[in-house]
């Protein structure tokens, strides 16, 4: 499997992006729960958003609640991030993953395929 994630940039305070993680080949994660992670400069990897196989359950680390929506189109097999009102403490390279079962939670360790990473900055 692979993950193919896209859409960082750079922005200012207020602003928005849209993350895409396409994965490879086809409906090879349409059974299994989708995450995504971020991680700033010095800082450790942390849970940002998951959503269920069937994409009608979601989880937010609190910081984005409100701000951030996760979803998924399983026929296109790509999960999205909805980033808006980005603000500077929301730069990191961003990762989505592929859980192990149907929903993955906010562990690293509830999923088993990364992909590379996509960098957002937010500038003041």
Known sequence: VQ??????GSVQAGGSLRLSCAASPPRTTSNN?????????????EFVAAIDWKG???LYTESVKGRFTISRDNAKNTVYLQMNSLRPEDTAVYYCAAARSSIGGTSV???HYWGHGTQVTVSS
């Open 3 to 8: 993950l193919q994630a896209s859409g960082g």
């Open 56 to 58: 009608i359950n979601t």
């Open 109 to 111: 360790r509830g999923y």
């Open 33 to 45: 729960g989708m995450g995504w992670f971020r991680q700033a400069p010095g800082k450790e990897r």
